[in-house]
């Protein structure tokens, strides 16, 4: 039950920091200004309010009164009334009293004025109307066969300082809110920006010197993944270069090779040898590609349809069938993408004779699918394959030309632009290769 309730609280809760460390702040201050409010309303507002209509009904029950008494003169006595008191009042004899009465219990004042009028006149004796004049109160008191009819100001029942107390609490409030909106961005910004460095590091893009800021412990973090980063760059230069010259010094005792082989007078045995050192020739110009670095390419924005239509119509074979949606542009190293895909397409070639190609796009990410009815590969080798060097002998046969590196350097160039590779069983009966390429 209440890891229920918890896991429903914080599928409410915002998921950004920015937007969490504002509730931190906003919420109090929200909450102690509707505590402010509520106290105020209830015990200055509208005991205020309850005062003022209270003197208010009072006079008017005098004003009858004294009109009763018949010691004064009605006129001077109206006259009076409306001078010093503000109540303007007409006596309207034989006059039709019944009006339909607005019954607006959402209102305060209406609550208020009713109650009061009717703890002094009575229940039917009065008609009072608040809407119909902005600046003035309608009400009618039943008098023998007419009634009195009084126009006040609505500042006599409603004190004008609850107007101002709701001015004078929502301005700070917002103003407090929108300081701490400015200072929030300023602290949340360094972590966005630490965010989306990792983010591009992570997919192979070149990061230019990444300066921590904010908070102390911020800009610590932003300290240690740079120095990371740069061990990882320095880690992988390393390794390419080592790897990039065994290959570059190999090559010579292979031309060497080549010239003795040329000399041999056994034809069979030196075309035996030969094959060997061809052989060892392209496994080492398969481990200059790749050991070559991603990260010397700029990233550029293209077409990916023209891309691999271009690399559909460099093959001019018959059996490639395409399906591509025009127009989609992202955000890549072609050069590595182009490469990726030739590889895909290869090995489609090189192992059936029917080739599907498709590209798709899904919201913010685009799908390229290659099908084909070649052999295939085994469900439980779907992984093995993208390691490098792995060769699958029983399902491509025992081929020389290859040294597996092929798949290893596709799935390293997709997921450096955060993506994927996945291998299905393809509708052909052969191998389906699905690419995700993020937008």
Same mark, same amino acid.
């Given at each position: 039950?209440?890891?229920?309730?918890?896991?429903?609280?914080?599928?409410?809760?915002?998921?950004?920091?920015?937007?969490?460390?504002?509730?931190?702040?906003?919420?109090?201050?929200?909450?102690?200004?509707?505590?402010?409010?509520?106290?105020?309303?209830?015990?200055?507002?509208?005991?205020?309010?309850?005062?003022?209509?209270?003197?208010?009904?009072?006079?008017?029950?005098?004003?009858?009164?004294?009109?009763?008494?018949?010691?004064?003169?009605?006129?001077?006595?109206?006259?009076?009334?409306?001078?010093?008191?503000?109540?303007?009042?007409?006596?309207?004899?034989?006059?039709?009293?019944?009006?339909?009465?607005?019954?607006?219990?959402?209102?305060?004042?209406?609550?208020?004025?009713?109650?009061?009028?009717?703890?002094?006149?009575?229940?039917?004796?009065?008609?009072?109307?608040?809407?119909?004049?902005?600046?003035?109160?309608?009400?009618?008191?039943?008098?023998?066969?007419?009634?009195?009819?009084?126009?006040?100001?609505?500042?006599?029942?409603?004190?004008?300082?609850?107007?101002?107390?709701?001015?004078?609490?929502?301005?700070?409030?917002?103003?407090?809110?929108?300081?701490?909106?400015?200072?929030?961005?300023?602290?949340?910004?360094?972590?966005?920006?630490?965010?989306?460095?990792?983010?591009? =590091?992570? *997919?192979? /893009?070149?990061?230019?010197?990444?300066?921590? #800021?904010?908070?102390? &412990?911020?800009? +610590?973090?932003?300290? @240690?993944?740079?120095?990371?980063?740069?061990?990882?760059?320095?880690?992988?230069?390393?390794?390419?270069?080592?790897?990039?010259?065994?290959?570059?010094?190999?090559?010579?005792?292979?031309?060497?090779?080549?010239?003795?082989?040329? =000399?041999? *007078?056994? /034809?069979?045995?030196?075309?035996?040898?030969? #094959?060997?050192?061809? &052989?060892?020739? +392209?496994?080492?110009? @398969?481990?200059?590609?790749?050991?070559?670095?991603?990260?010397?390419?700029?990233?550029?924005?293209?077409?990916?349809?023209?891309?691999?239509?271009?690399?559909?119509?460099?093959?001019?074979?018959?059996?490639?069938?395409?399906?591509?949606?025009?127009?989609?542009?992202?955000?890549?190293?072609?050069?590595?993408?182009?490469?990726?895909?030739?590889?895909?397409?290869?090995?489609?070639?090189?192992?059936?004779?029917?080739?599907?190609?498709?590209?798709?796009?899904?919201?913010?990410?685009?799908?390229?699918?290659?099908?084909?009815?070649?052999?295939?590969?085994?469900?439980?080798?779907?992984?093995?394959?993208?390691?490098?060097?792995?060769?699958?002998?029983?399902?491509?046969?025992?081929?020389?030309?290859?040294?597996?590196?092929?798949?290893?350097?596709?799935?390293?160039?997709?997921?450096?632009?955060?993506?994927?590779?996945?291998?299905?069983?393809?509708?052909?009966?052969?191998?389906?290769?699905?690419?995700?390429?993020?937008?």
């Amino acid at each position: 039950m209440s890891y229920g309730l918890s896991k429903f609280i914080k599928n409410l809760l915002p998921r950004r920091l920015f937007y969490r460390a504002l509730l931190i702040v906003a919420v109090p201050i929200i909450v102690l200004q509707i505590i402010i409010t509520i106290v105020f309303f209830d015990s200055l507002w509208i005991k205020t309010n309850k005062g003022m209509t209270r003197a208010l009904v009072g006079e008017m029950k005098t004003f009858i009164t004294a009109y009763d008494n018949g010691k004064y003169n009605n006129n001077d006595l109206s006259g009076l009334f409306s001078i010093y008191l503000d109540l303007n009042v007409e006596y309207k004899n034989n006059k039709l009293f019944n009006k339909p009465l607005k019954e607006r219990w959402f209102s305060p004042v209406d609550r208020t004025l009713r109650r009061e009028l009717k703890s002094k006149f009575g229940n039917g004796n009065y008609w009072f109307n608040t809407t119909s004049y902005k600046e003035l109160i309608h009400i009618n008191i039943k008098y023998n066969q007419g009634y009195f009819e009084f126009f006040i100001p609505k500042d006599r029942v409603a004190s004008t300082s609850a107007r101002m107390f709701a001015l004078w609490i929502t301005l700070p409030a917002l103003l407090m809110i929108s300081i701490a909106i400015i200072f929030l961005k300023n602290q949340t910004r360094p972590i966005v920006n630490l965010a989306k460095a990792a983010e591009r =590091f992570g *997919k192979g /893009e070149n990061i230019d010197e990444y300066r921590p #800021s904010g908070a102390l &412990e911020i800009r +610590k973090a932003g300290l @240690e993944f740079d120095k990371m980063r740069k061990r990882i760059v320095r880690h992988l230069t390393q390794r390419s270069e080592m790897l990039s010259g065994i290959s570059h010094d190999l090559r010579t005792p292979l031309t060497r090779l080549k010239l003795q082989l040329s =000399f041999i *007078k056994d /034809e069979e045995l030196s075309k035996k040898m030969s #094959s060997d050192v061809d &052989e060892m020739e +392209k496994m080492l110009n @398969e481990y200059l590609q790749f050991t070559s670095s991603t990260y010397l390419e700029k990233d550029e924005i293209f077409d990916i349809s023209e891309l691999i239509k271009s690399i559909i119509d460099k093959y001019d074979n018959n059996n490639i069938s395409k399906k591509l949606i025009p127009r989609i542009y992202m955000n890549g190293r072609k050069n590595l993408i182009q490469r990726s895909l030739n590889n895909i397409i290869d090995n489609s070639i090189k192992y059936a004779d029917k080739v599907n190609i498709e590209l798709s796009k899904k919201n913010n990410s685009v799908m390229i699918t290659v099908d084909d009815n070649g052999i295939g590969v085994p469900e439980d080798e779907y992984h093995n394959v993208f390691k490098p060097f792995y060769k699958l002998d029983k399902s491509r046969g025992n081929s020389k030309s290859s040294v597996g590196l092929g798949l290893s350097i596709t799935s390293d160039i997709i997921k450096s632009h955060g993506g994927n590779v996945v291998l299905e069983k393809s509708p052909l009966n052969g191998l389906r290769v699905k690419v995700f390429l993020p937008l």
